[in-house]
């Protein structure tokens, strides 16, 4: 069965740092999705993207935060300057059309900044 | 202010009890979704509900969408160990989903 593939499944950042988190989507969907989660809180939605270009992003995807699909299979979320509020697990989320279809959920990437 | 209220936040019950869970909005959505999470992994999508008064079934899960489309429930039959873990709601707002808090679930032996 088709599964959204994230990597690494756990970085572990100083603070201040770069981190560049991978999913590879399932493959027949155009639209991608970030998400984190903090330890015990609830899911929050970081950004969507669809046609090489961000179609929404919250008010937490700020200028620290980038997404780039560089080939026809990853799409990256590079986190710039590493603060330790960031420390969270990123998903990654793919659907074939936009957010009033089902969107599938990578494992996740926890992120430790320290 | 949630966009999803789950309810009830914990629900600790013990193997074979029945139970219900509730997702409740003041907006309407045009759809809803329910994720089952476990520690430490992705929601792994059970259901999407899309049309008001609509019940669907997935084994011992009973799924209903509201007939105005602002709330939804999981009803559990005869709840085994298995079916531990965090149950969120979400609904589509633009390109995005936006999730409940959740219920989290234990089912104890």
């Given at each position: 069965?088709?599964?959204?593939?994230?990597?690494?499944?756990?970085?572990?950042?100083?603070?201040?740092?770069?981190?560049?988190?991978?999913?590879?989507?399932?493959?027949?969907?155009?639209?991608?999705?970030?998400?984190?989660?903090?330890?015990?809180?609830?899911?929050?939605?970081?950004?969507?993207?669809?046609?090489?270009?961000?179609?929404?992003?919250?008010?937490?995807?700020?200028?620290?935060?980038?997404?780039?699909?560089?080939?026809?299979?990853?799409?990256t979320l590079k986190i710039r300057s590493t603060k330790l509020e960031d420390s969270a697990m990123y998903f990654c989320a793919s659907s074939e059309e936009g957010g009033r279809t089902?969107?599938?959920?990578?494992?996740?990437?926890?992120?430790?900044?320290? | 202010?949630?966009?999803?209220?789950?309810?009830?936040?914990?629900?600790?019950?013990?193997?074979?009890?029945?139970?219900?869970?509730?997702?409740?909005?003041?907006?309407?959505?045009?759809?809803?979704?329910?994720?089952?999470?476990?520690?430490?992994?992705?929601?792994?999508?059970?259901?999407?509900?899309?049309?008001?008064?609509?019940?669907?079934?997935?084994?011992?899960?009973?799924?209903?969408?509201?007939?105005?489309?602002?709330?939804?429930?999981?009803?559990?039959?005869?709840?085994?160990?298995?079916?531990?873990?965090?149950?969120?709601?979400?609904?589509?707002?633009?390109?995005?989903?936006?999730?409940?808090?959740?219920?989290?679930?234990?089912?104890n032996p």
């Amino acid at each position: 069965e088709p599964e959204v593939t994230q990597t690494p499944s756990h970085q572990v950042t100083q603070m201040g740092q770069e981190v560049i988190l991978r999913c590879v989507p399932i493959s027949n969907h155009l639209y991608f999705y970030w998400y984190r989660q903090i330890l015990g809180q609830k899911v929050e939605f970081l950004v969507s993207f669809y046609n090489n270009e961000i179609s929404e992003k919250s008010e937490i995807f700020d200028d620290q935060f980038s997404v780039e699909r560089p080939d026809g299979s990853n799409f990256t979320l590079k986190i710039r300057s590493t603060k330790l509020e960031d420390s969270a697990m990123y998903f990654c989320a793919s659907s074939e059309e936009g957010g009033r279809t089902e969107a599938f959920f990578g494992q996740g990437t926890r992120l430790t900044v320290v | 202010t949630q966009l999803l209220e789950q309810s009830p936040q914990f629900l600790s019950i013990q193997e074979g009890e029945n139970l219900t869970v509730y997702c409740n909005s003041s907006s309407v959505f045009s759809s809803l979704q329910w994720y089952r999470q476990e520690p430490g992994e992705g929601p792994v999508l059970l259901v999407t509900v899309v049309t008001g008064g609509e019940v669907k079934k997935l084994k011992r899960l009973t799924f209903q969408f509201g007939d105005a489309r602002k709330d939804s429930s999981l009803h559990i039959t005869a709840a085994q160990p298995g079916d531990t873990g965090l149950y969120l709601c979400a609904g589509p707002r633009i390109s995005r989903l936006t999730f409940g808090e959740g219920t989290q679930l234990t089912v104890n032996p």
